[in-house]
């Protein structure tokens, strides 16, 4: 860009900035809180029909009247406020796309200290999560927003014209990238246009990944669309699995974390499998088997015990190995318990159980 123009904007956006700054001291000097300047001119990485990111933090519900959308110029204006609560703290606990607005704001104004450093706790609270290691708390975020991405894949699966179809497979994509985003404890730090070179980057990606995210752009017709957003979020899946397994530590099972447990089993699960197998009732079958099967992943998840796929063995028409295989489980963990010296609480009579369990502990 010619030095020139170069001038000519920053010149043009000082102009804004003054109108802006002018309009908040003259009316709503206790309404907004701070503005700052993101985006592009922040960066410096601006060209001829960029617009002006401004942040305003409000205070006050009248503090919107600063607010306005206009064109000028042949370029767009959008002066929004941005209120403390939700999007600021979203930001700062990195639970949105935006964290780099917050973290790298540049000052034009601010109403006082107490705002100032009300503003800076924001960003250091940012700025802490950032340093941590890769490990559970950025992975379970990579989890929040991939469960975006497959919902969004499964509406492309769903739709059947090309418009609904394309659209869904752009916000799969941009979910991924917030997947990658967050899986790499990281945050966007420059413009749309730059996503791949930021991805690029990034210590932790999957295989070929650019490739297939380019692949689904490029797609003609709905079959390509959902057969490459079938190979992008199958890779996603397995580098997510590969991730948790590399970089979060497995719990131990212990006589402690398994209290209850074979118990718990037995009272949610155990009787209904065996009825439901009896009654040949597929649909109270699956499910009870879904229940369980839930139940033994967050026993997995939680406290260490084998995974368990009793779902995998599940025949509408057949459901004696649904039931012989929960009851191999059932006796997996009477094992567990022998192991770990804990015993199993299962009383021959109501004395016997009023008697323990009326004992002063």
């Known amino acids: 860009m010619k030095q020139e123009i170069r001038q000519q904007l920053e010149n043009k956006n000082q102009k804004l900035i003054d109108m802006?700054?002018?309009?908040?001291?003259?009316?709503?000097?206790?309404?907004?809180?701070?503005?700052g300047l993101t985006g592009s001119f922040s960066r410096e990485d601006f060209h001829e029909k960029s617009d002006l990111d401004l942040i305003i933090i409000n205070d006050t519900d009248k503090g919107w009247e600063v607010s306005s959308?206009?064109?000028?110029?042949?370029?767009?204006?959008?002066?929004?406020?941005?209120?403390?609560?939700?999007?600021?703290?979203?930001?700062s606990n990195l639970e949105s796309f935006a964290v780099g607005s917050l973290i790298d704001l540049k000052i034009l104004y601010y109403r006082n200290d107490e705002v100032l450093n009300k503003l800076k706790l924001l960003q250091q609270n940012a700025l802490d999560k950032l340093s941590k290691p890769i490990g559970l708390e950025?992975?379970?975020?990579?989890?929040?927003?991939?469960?975006?991405?497959?919902?969004f894949y499964a509406d492309l699966l769903i739709e059947d014209d090309i418009n609904s179809v394309r659209y869904a497979s752009a916000n799969m994509l941009f979910e991924i990238i917030n997947t990658l985003v967050n899986i790499n404890n990281t945050y966007i730090k420059r413009g749309t246009i730059h996503y791949l070179e930021e991805l690029?980057?990034?210590?932790?990606?999957?295989?070929?990944?650019?490739?297939?995210?380019?692949?689904?752009?490029?797609?003609?017709?709905?079959?390509e669309i959902r057969e490459n957003s079938h190979v992008i979020i199958s890779n996603m899946t397995k580098f997510r699995?590969?991730?948790?397994?590399?970089?979060?530590?497995?719990?131990?099972?212990?006589?402690?974390?398994?209290?209850?447990?074979?118990?718990?089993?037995?009272?949610?699960?155990?009787?209904?499998?065996?009825?439901?197998?009896?009654?040949?009732?597929?649909?109270?079958a699956i499910h009870v088997a879904r229940g369980a099967q839930n139940f033994l992943d967050e026993l997995h998840h939680d406290i260490g015990t084998p995974k368990y796929n009793l779902m995998e063995v599940f025949d509408a028409h057949n459901m004696i190995p649904l039931k012989n295989k929960f009851l191999e489980i059932m006796e997996d963990f009477r094992k567990t318990y022998d192991n770990t010296g804990r015993k199993i609480l299962h009383y021959n009579n109501f004395d016997e159980l009023y008697s323990d369990y009326m004992k002063i502990k």
């Open 138 to 151: 950025c992975l379970n975020r990579a989890d929040n927003t991939f469960k975006k991405a497959k919902g």
């Open 69 to 91: 959308c206009f064109v000028l110029d042949d370029v767009g204006y959008d002066i929004y406020c941005t209120p403390w609560k939700k999007r600021l703290e979203e930001q």
């Open 200 to 223: 690029k980057t990034y210590t932790h990606m999957p295989t070929d990944f650019e490739c297939m995210y380019l692949k689904v752009i490029d797609s003609k017709n709905i079959d």
């Open 20 to 35: 802006v700054l002018e309009k908040i001291k003259r009316d709503l000097v206790t309404d907004i809180a701070i503005v």
């Open 241 to 284: 699995r590969k991730m948790q397994k590399e970089y979060i530590k497995q719990p131990e099972v212990t006589f402690d974390n398994l209290n209850g447990v074979y118990e718990e089993l037995w009272c949610n699960c155990r009787n209904k499998l065996i009825r439901s197998a009896s009654m040949e009732n597929s649909n109270y």
